[in-house]
């Protein structure tokens, strides 16, 4: 069983909510197809997962929709 970093992962997570709505969502879609991104680089598929689950977590507030 693989660990989690938990500074790592939370340092990740507030880089990519920096790069604004849609991207999040175009990185949310890549991480489900199990695309491999730079945010990602160097993260076990375990801390690729939490990530993922985190980012979803955070976007469900939003909705569908990426307000300005």
């Known amino acids: 069983m693989q660990t989690i970093d938990r500074l790592q992962l939370e340092s990740r ?6 790069q604004g709505c849609q991207q999040v969502r175009r990185i949310i879609a890549a991480l489900d197809t199990g695309d491999e991104i730079p945010e990602t680089h160097g993260l076990n598929q ?5 990530l993922l ?3 979803k977590q955070i976007m469900a507030v939003y909705g569908d929709v990426c307000r300005i």
């Not at 997570?13 to 920096?18: A, P, S, W």
């Not at 375990?46 to 939490?50: H, K, L, Q, Y």
């Open 46 to 50: 375990s801390e690729r997962a939490a």
């Open 53 to 55: 689950a985190e980012l």
């Open 13 to 18: 997570l507030e880089n990519i909510c920096q």
